[in-house]
């Protein structure tokens, strides 16, 4: 089974910068994604970014293109959201997630983002924008 602990929320100013990281065990690499899902208030949770752990591709949703950064350290077993340009609606509650047993083609799919494709989760990490 697949564990994921999220580390590095808090606050921010708008403009500014998080780094959030995601701690994963129990898993194998081949058709391993991690994903970073973003929860506010009476929603559900939204895909943020997805990457391919054997590969490391990655895809991100577009409200985050150009301004957020997925990687991951293999030997760490760290997946990491580099967070740049942020804005108040990046506010919310930040997920990661596993998923296994997918292709490699998985990552271009609408699918990669969807929190129905994911079966282990971590708790959580608070990421507030304010001024």
């Known amino acids: 089974q697949v564990t994921l602990v999220e580390s590095g929320g808090g606050l921010a100013q708008p403009g500014g910068s998080l780094n959030l990281s995601c701690a994963v065990s129990?898993?194998?690499?081949?058709?391993?994604?991690i994903a970073w899902f973003r929860q506010v208030p009476g929603a559900n949770r939204a895909g943020v970014s997805c990457?391919?752990?054997?590969?490391?591709?990655?895809s991100n949703d577009p409200s985050v293109k150009g301004r957020f950064t997925t990687s991951r350290d293999n030997v760490k077993n760290m997946v990491y959201l580099q967070m740049d340009n942020l804005r108040t609606d990046d506010t919310g509650v930040y997920y990661c997630?596993?998923?296994?047993?997918?292709?490699?083609?998985?990552?271009?799919?609408?699918?990669?983002?969807?929190?129905?494709?994911?079966?282990?989760w971590g708790r959580g990490t608070q990421v507030t924008i304010s001024s």
């Open positions: 997630a596993a998923t296994t047993h997918k292709p490699p083609a998985w990552i271009q799919s609408r699918q990669c983002h969807s929190r129905h494709e994911y079966e282990s």
């Open positions: 129990g898993f194998t690499l081949d058709g391993t994604y």
């Open positions: 990457i391919n752990l054997r590969l490391g591709s990655t």
